[in-house]
């Protein structure tokens, strides 16, 4: 028996059996099998008596005896059991009991399994949350297991299992069962999957002793060690993995060589208004390295609301200038791409480059110029929206693309870009983004990719202070934005929604709009409204009115989420602030605190707010860190939430490791991974023979994640 030998012809399988567990689990090989980890431990030493159970205890166990079980139809009278229909049964109930008390378990679902099992007389340990209804204790749907389940020490491993697998007979028994005979097939012959000397430095648990203890532990100990070596060894073998590609793609794609800094970086570099920050020069440095070294960059940079990229966009887009070839900067919305012309016009002053601006509302004739511009070599830098990569548009020779807010461009968008390079090579790219990934994670999505962070803010930024209040506010907030208008300020207004949708009972755009014309009336109060089904000209009208400063509010839906600058805004109220998710309401929140007054987040809480949502707020109240949050976010929406909420899935699954738990791990794993292969690059070392074979292996065959732009 070897680890891929088909789980069909494990001893107590057969091909009935092994298509539930593929179909259910997917387990398909003994090796699958022996990677499906106990998800949870038995602790025979902590089972707590139903005497001493609080409601507001965690999850506990208690093992008990059935007295009576009950079943009640979905008016709440009960069923008589003998004959009973089980489609008519909403809810059952049994009453356990220990020698210190008894409780009651309710389950919703699975009650006719549940009453086949939860026969009286019979013991089993219930883990759940304990909870009070009425006068009596009780849990909802706790998990439900024999005590004998349990083989060697105090430790009995729990694994998934499904409503399918149980009723057709492959209970949490057999799969016991089967692991320990799947173990004692493979034990002896087994093949370590990592080298010996990796072992050695490491500190880490033969392959063997770990898959053993995981899964029948001896004691904590002995579970601990098994757990970090299958972690350690799942994070390795991953960033070895994609370090390798990395390695494999910055030795194939040549890059334009851009030796020097230039004039251009010099006179822009003297005149700035302020010292730049560490971060940004950190950052600066990595992206000069990249551009001189004959490779082509594909950095993903990643700052903050107001960590200064803007800077280090034109300093890298001077490099490029300087070395004799354009640089473009491309923003998702118009008025984005209007803004970015406007700062770095002004950046690029003592330089003398040239810089225009191309977006969909540029007209024939400026656009006949810009195009003339762009050929003859005059236009140094372009900025725009999406407009800047039609296939009308020809650059003499561009050396730089810079990419604001990658989230907004798609694939095909990406791939124009890159054959607008000079002379078939594709142009250096560096992709901007404000949305903080956690680190961890974007060591594993962007794994084979550089990542440059601004991890510092510009001096004299004054915090903001944030607060969530509720409905019954309402009067204050309006009264707190007069004062804040009184005092020569701005104030935005953000909605989550256009238009009002039976389903979802929020605060819609326009009867929002209305209620803040009633309370700050014309001719003292200038209202401005921004929303997506605008034309292009009613929202530009709306927005420059706002910028500068002729309207005292902005109402409007997220379009405002991205870049925009407008220092005098002092206030960002966030209608139905529940709906938002952390990322958003952080970014949202980064559109003031901008200039140098005190500024203010207001969140507008609706009449519901689940648990999870007021955490959030909670959250968002108290840090203005977006890593943080951003951890915090991972953290509690667990990392099998992400590949919903990214845009790209992870390279591969992860088994036993958490992105959101084991990120020191993580990073010890890529250090080390990136330390074997300054030595091996291609593994080809006889040491590392194991190393190569393991990456040659389905699951770390990932995806070519390389290309962001
Ligand atoms: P981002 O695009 O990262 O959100 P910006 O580039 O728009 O941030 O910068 C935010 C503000 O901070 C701008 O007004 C900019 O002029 C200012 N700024 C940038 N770098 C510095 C610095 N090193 N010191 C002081 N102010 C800075
Ligand atoms: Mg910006």
Redesign the pocket.
């Known amino acids: 028996m070897t680890l891929d030998t088909a789980i069909q012809y494990l001893p107590g399988v057969g091909p009935k059996r092994a298509q539930l567990l593929e179909s259910e689990l997917g387990i398909s090989t003994v090796g699958d099998l022996l990677r499906t980890f106990p998800f949870r431990y038995i602790d025979r030493s902590s089972i707590v008596r139903i005497a001493d159970l609080q409601p507001e205890l965690a999850q506990v166990q208690v093992r008990a005896t059935v007295m009576r079980v009950r079943l009640f139809a979905k008016n709440g009278a009960e069923l008589p059991p003998e004959q009973i229909k089980y489609n008519m049964v909403n809810r059952l109930s049994a009453l356990v009991a220990d020698q210190s008390g008894e409780m009651e378990m309710v389950f919703f679902k699975g009650c006719k399994w549940m009453h086949a099992r939860l026969r009286p007389g019979s013991t089993f340990i219930f883990f759940g949350k304990p909870a009070v209804f009425g006068s009596r204790l009780n849990m909802v749907h706790p998990e439900v297991d024999a005590p004998d389940a349990a083989t060697t020490g105090v430790l009995t491993g729990v694994y998934t299992s499904t409503e399918k697998l149980k009723t057709s007979g492959i209970t949490g028994k057999v799969m016991v069962k089967l692991i320990g005979t799947a173990l004692e097939g493979i034990l002896p012959g087994l093949q370590e999957s990592l080298p010996e000397y990796i072992l050695k430095e490491k500190g880490l648990v033969p392959l063997s002793y770990a898959l053993r203890q995981i899964h029948f532990p001896l004691d904590k100990a002995a579970l601990a060690k098994a757990t970090y070596r299958l972690k350690f060894e799942e994070l390795f073998l991953l960033q070895l993995s994609l370090l390798k590609q990395k390695f494999v793609r910055s030795r194939n794609a040549v890059g334009l060589k851009m030796p020097v800094v230039g004039e251009a970086f010099n006179a822009c570099y003297k005149a700035l208004p ?4 560490g971060a ?1 020069k950190r950052v600066i440095r990595e992206i000069r390295e990249d551009m001189r070294s004959g490779h082509q960059m594909n950095r993903l940079l990643q ?1 903050d ?7 280090v966009a034109v300093l890298s887009a001077l490099i490029a200038v300087g070395n004799g070839y354009q640089a473009c900067l491309m923003a998702p919305t118009e008025v984005l791409a209007q803004q970015h012309f406007a700062n770095v016009s002004k950046y690029l002053q003592p330089t003398g480059v040239g810089v225009a601006l191309l977006t969909g509302n540029t007209g024939a004739a400026a656009r006949r110029e810009i195009h003339a511009g762009l050929q003859d070599g005059s236009i140094g830098v372009l900025i725009g929206t999406h407009a800047l990569i039609e296939d009308t548009v020809h650059f003499k020779a561009l050396g730089l693309a810079i990419v604001d807010e990658q989230h907004r461009f798609g694939v095909e968008q990406r791939a124009r870009l890159w054959n607008k390079g000079w002379q078939g090579t594709p142009p250096h790219v560096l992709v901007m983004t ?1 949305t903080p990934i956690p680190r961890t994670l974007a060591m594993t999505l962007y794994g084979d990719l550089d990542v440059s962070v601004i991890d510092e803010m ?3 930024r004054k915090p903001i202070q944030t607060l969530c209040v509720g409905e019954g506010k309402r009067h204050a907030m309006h009264n707190f934005i007069r004062e804040q208008i009184a005092k020569g300020r701005q104030a935005f207004i953000v909605y989550p929604l256009i238009f009002e949708s039976e389903k979802l009972d929020y605060k819609n755009l326009e009867l929002g709009y209305e209620e803040i014309v009633k309370a700050f009336p014309l001719p003292d109060y200038k209202v401005a409204i921004v929303h997506g089904k605008q034309t292009p000209q009613e929202k530009a009208f709306n927005m420059d009115a706002f910028v500068a400063g002729r309207a005292h509010i902005l109402v409007s839906t997220t379009v405002i989420e991205v ?1 925009v ?1 407008v220092p005098n805004a002092s206030v960002m109220v966030i209608e139905s602030a529940e709906r938002f998710g952390l990322s958003q309401l952080h970014q949202l929140r980064g559109r003031v605190g ?1 200039g140098a007054e005190s500024s203010f987040c207001i969140l507008m809480k609706g009449v519901k707010v689940s648990k999870e949502s007021q955490k959030r707020l909670d959250l968002l109240c108290a840090t203005e860190n977006g890593f943080e949050l951003a951890e915090e976010d991972l953290k509690m929406r667990g990392p099998g939430d992400l590949e919903g909420t990214m845009q790209s899935g992870l390279p591969i699954s992860l088994n036993i490791a958490s992105l959101a738990k084991d990120g020191l791990i993580l990073s010890d794993a890529r250090a080390y991974a990136q330390h074997i292969l300054d030595q091996d690059p291609t593994l080809e070392k006889p040491g590392n023979a194991i190393l190569a074979a393991e990456l040659k292996k389905d699951r770390y065959v990932s995806k070519d994640y390389s290309r962001i732009s």
């Open positions: 302020y010292e730049l920050t940004q700052g609301v107001g960590s200064g990229k803007t800077m404000a510009p001096p004299g870049g600058d901008r």
